[in-house]
């Protein structure tokens, strides 16, 4: 196996015989070859797309199959190797559409016309086709940027056709932009440009998916929520899947059964749709990395809608449930209903064996700070900014790790002046939303947006200021970017950002592996991408800017 794809890749090149993450070398290698075999399907979706022919079915397969791979998400060989049979079966149906409307079947490419029904043929072709096949080093880390992003836009994809949002450009920009990764007359600079594109692809399906959530269940409003417990048995659901959020609320409505949120559903609170529900108690834990402890206490079933799943343990493993990408040998999954609604009865017998939750936190944390918010607020953050009251804002986004260099983000938190404000949306904010940074005239010194695609909130943010302040660039306001990354979310995102013209972000605790030191160059040539030092000079090297 080679796998570079996040940030705890191993010794900062790749995890090679078994990932960090817990990943198993048969399945790393079963992703790549999904992913390899999902381009030459692209090749057929596409040229059936130019025909007319409705290509809704293979658009959302392909879109999983890119889902299934990111991180933290599914583990299972089992899983994979479905997946991939079901590739070849939509490749055929593809074809014969083609050639019922007269198009063009002639794909030479092995990735669209390999095949075999053995699983031991597929393992070994499985080892031929992951990035190390690519020999050029600023060739490969171009594809890998392409590729890791393309996976990040399948999840906020995802999420938004879960909600009945969809747009067909997203769909054929993906794919095309898997194909390309197979194209070796594209040049460096072709390649560029396409990282560019996938940004603003990026910048495409963060608004999407906030359009599907804020029509669905509500603009985010400013919300307390209680990080204690009360003494009734529980459910914990985790991942980002809101629709999964709603069927579990309603299904558990009135069974005397409580739900708490965990990791990156805690933003659901902020939903007005989901404040109707008074069994809807609070969150339970922290970031994600943390759940091989908190689970044991939790004592209920818990519920994976997407990642971050890590290996579970023994003790608490019969209590995870899986849905949607998420996957694990010996996990039970939800059964999906014929109406495309989950069945959570099996969940809610479970939890009504299970002794409620251990209390690990009392208290309360504030969130609910996504644009609409923020805006309602913009005289009183404008008049802060003009006043002085508020000197800089400082982005904070993205994803939290178990990596100890983290404890940076919690001291540079506690380092900021007091006239700064943190905006933060993805998990990266469990380093610092339980400190007491107290507030600004009324405005507390942390506003969380929401989940990682949220981040799209923070830019609606700053584009606002832009204006009101009557400025050229994005780049003029005080605002600095000290980006936390761990999977390929967030690379959708900083590609956004780039996108949007973001300058000089800097993206910690390490820059990812798979830049190639050119690569790497042009970034920081073109884009001032920095990564980060140590709180002290960092913090000087921000006021300062
Ligand atoms: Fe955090 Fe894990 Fe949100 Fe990332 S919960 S690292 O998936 O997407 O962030
Ligand atoms: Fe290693 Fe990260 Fe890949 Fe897991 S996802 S195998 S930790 S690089």
């Avoid at 508020?390 to 540079?412: H, L, N, P, Q, W």
């Amino acid at each position: 196996m080679f796998c570079h794809q996040c940030q705890e890749a191993a010794k900062c090149i790749g995890c090679t015989t078994r990932g960090v993450c817990g990943k198993t070398s048969d399945v790393s290698n079963l992703q790549d070859l999904l992913i390899y075999l999902l381009k030459g399907l692209s090749m057929y979706n596409l040229e059936a797309k130019k025909l007319g022919i409705n290509t809704n079915k293979v658009d959302k397969f392909i879109t999983e199959g890119l889902f299934a791979t990111i991180t933290n998400a599914n583990f299972d060989k089992e899983y994979f190797v479905e997946k991939i049979k079901e590739t070849f079966t939509l490749r055929n149906e593809a074809k014969e559409q083609i050639i019922k409307e007269g198009g063009n079947v002639n794909i030479t490419h092995d990735s669209a016309t390999y095949f075999s029904d053995s699983v031991e043929e597929l393992e070994e072709k499985a080892k031929t086709v992951g990035f190390l096949s690519i020999e050029n080093e600023d060739v490969r880390s171009l594809r890998s940027l392409i590729i890791f992003g393309v996976k990040g836009l399948a999840a906020y994809t995802d999420h938004a056709f879960r909600l009945g949002y969809e747009d067909d450009e997203i769909y054929k920009f993906m794919q095309e932009a898997m194909v390309a990764t197979l194209n070796d007359d594209l040049t460096v600079d072709d390649l560029v440009a396409l990282t560019m594109k996938t940004g603003e692809f990026g910048v495409k399906v963060m608004a999407l998916l906030d359009k599907a959530n804020t029509s669905t269940y509500g603009h985010p409003e400013i919300t307390k929520v209680n990080i204690g417990v009360r003494n009734n048995p529980a459910i914990l659901i985790s991942g980002h899947d809101l629709k999964d959020m709603e069927e579990l609320l309603k299904q558990t409505e009135g069974t005397g059964i409580d739900v708490y949120t965990h990791s990156e559903m805690l933003p659901a609170h902020y939903y007005p749709a989901f404040k109707k529900y008074s069994h809807f108690v609070g969150n339970y834990g922290n970031a994600w990395w943390k759940q091989d402890k908190e689970f044991e206490k939790f004592n209920g079933p818990i519920v994976m809608t997407t990642n971050c799943l890590i290996p579970p343990k023994d003790v608490y493993k019969d209590r995870v449930y899986t849905t949607g990408a998420v996957g694990f040998e010996g996990l039970k999954r939800i059964p999906v209903k014929e109406d495309g609604t989950k069945d959570f009865s099996m969940v809610i017998e479970h939890a009504k064996k299970c002794a409620p939750p251990v209390e690990i936190e009392k208290g309360e944390i504030v969130g609910g700070f996504a644009h609409n918010t923020v805006l309602s607020l913009a005289d009183k953050v404008v008049e802060a900014i003009k006043t002085g009251a508020i000197k800089r804002f400082f982005v904070m986004a993205g994803c939290d790790g178990r990596m100890k260099s983290r404890d940076y983000y919690t001291e540079f938190a506690k380092a900021l002046p007091k006239d700064t404000v943190i905006l933060t949306a993805g998990c990266a904010k469990y380093r610092y939303n339980k400190l007491d940074l107290g507030d600004i005239n009324g405005i507390p010194r942390v506003l969380d947006a929401g989940q990682c695609n949220d981040s799209y909130s923070l830019a609606v943010i700053a584009l606002k200021l832009k204006e009101v302040f009557e400025l050229n660039d994005i780049n003029e306001l005080p605002i600095s970017y000290n980006i936390a990354w761990y999977e390929q979310k967030a690379v959708i995102v900083l590609l956004a950002l780039l996108y949007l013209g973001v300058k000089n972000i800097h993206l910690g605790p390490t820059l990812p592996a798979f830049l190639s030191e050119n690569v790497a160059k042009v970034l920081v040539e073109n884009f001032g991408i920095g990564g980060i030092t140590n709180v002290e000079d960092d913090l000087k090297m921000f006021l300062e800017a």
